[in-house]
């Protein structure tokens, strides 16, 4: 059971700058001989400076979510039993979230810990977008991607566009250079996502769950291997993943992407995806439509995907 007090606290005793990226800090943990030994207590302090940013905090501990309104309270106590927590604390959009992961309290202790949230600057790498192309018959194309963040690397080399020359095959020319896709990477601060949509998928069923979507949304079993190969070695680290798929118009968010001449079909696939430890916390989702597409004539693909680290606390509490 989680019993949640608000107490008030002088302000001096808390340094209220605000620093980039965000940190807590464990300022004591010690016994408390008012607690019995099944009984402990995570008191987390705040700045009066925040009371002027928001109305409440969101908070998670472990999978249980709940709002603690800053009303003059500074202070927030936790009664909970022992054990190993997750923590998530949100305040608003213009700062980043505090995570803490795998923190211990002991028996009969209270641990008392400050919080410091830091501007929202931060990035989220979109990872390995590639284009194919696929004309009906050879054909030059131009391709132009702008990136809604900054762009980091692209292969062949990008300047203002890529001039291609297209084969129906896929094979793709630029420079006399022949390749398989036209490759990009960008940072992005802002992802609008809807986490109350997706799939909770352990470890072990990472391959198999992305060879059905991928074969349901119509990629080739090259174009699934391109997309396996990247993702899963790394998804396949954590206990379970947490995988949401943008289509199509809703990938404009990431970048605009321009072909000349202009293709019969664009279809877009991202995959943005975050570690979790226990797929049962999600079984609030909705599972995503796949959607297949069609290769009748001039057909351009596009796929990519970010990991994000954590998941935004405050689109688990509304």
Not at 86 to 110: G, V
Not at 161 to 189: C, T
Not at 195 to 202: E, L, Q, R
Request: hydrophobic share 40%.
């Amino acid at each position: 059971m989680l019993l949640f007090t608000g107490l008030s606290v002088n302000a001096n005793t808390f340094d209220e700058k605000l620093e980039l990226g965000g940190d807590y800090t464990i300022e004591s943990d010690v016994h408390d001989p008012e607690l019995a030994e099944d009984q402990a207590v995570f008191a987390i302090r705040m700045g009066s400076n925040y009371m002027s940013m928001s109305d409440k905090l969101i908070y998670s501990i472990g999978s249980k979510i709940d709002t603690f309104m800053l009303d003059g309270s500074e202070f927030l106590e936790i009664h909970t039993p022992p054990g190993a927590y997750n923590l998530q604390f949100y305040l608003t959009n213009d700062y980043t979230e505090i995570s803490i992961h795998a923190l211990e309290i002991k028996p009969a202790h209270r641990m008392e810990i400050s919080l410091v949230f830091g501007l929202n600057i931060q990035n989220h790498a979109m990872k390995k977008p590639v284009i194919y192309l696929y004309p009906e018959e050879e054909m030059d194309v131009e391709v132009r991607i702008k990136p809604a963040g900054q762009m980091v690397f692209t292969y062949p080399i990008l300047n203002d566009h890529w001039n291609v020359h297209a084969m129906p095959s896929g094979e793709l020319i630029v420079d006399d250079k022949s390749y398989n896709y036209l490759f990009w990477e960008s940072e992005q601060a802002e992802i609008d996502i809807d986490w109350t949509s997706g799939f909770a998928i352990p470890a072990d069923e990472i391959t198999s769950f992305l060879e059905e979507k991928l074969s349901a949304f119509g990629l080739t079993t090259k174009e699934q291997a391109d997309f396996i190969t990247f993702w899963a070695p790394m998804m396949v680290q954590h206990p379970a993943n947490l995988i949401h798929f943008e289509f199509n118009e809703n990938c404009n968010q990431f970048a605009d992407l321009t072909v000349l001449p202009s293709p019969d079909n664009v279809y877009r696939i991202y995959m943005m995806w975050s570690p979790i430890d226990n797929i049962n916390d999600f079984d609030y989702l909705r599972p995503q439509n796949i959607q297949s597409i069609n290769r009748l004539g001039f057909t351009v693909l596009e796929w990519g995907g970010a990991k994000i680290e954590h998941l935004p606390l405050k689109n688990k509490a509304l």
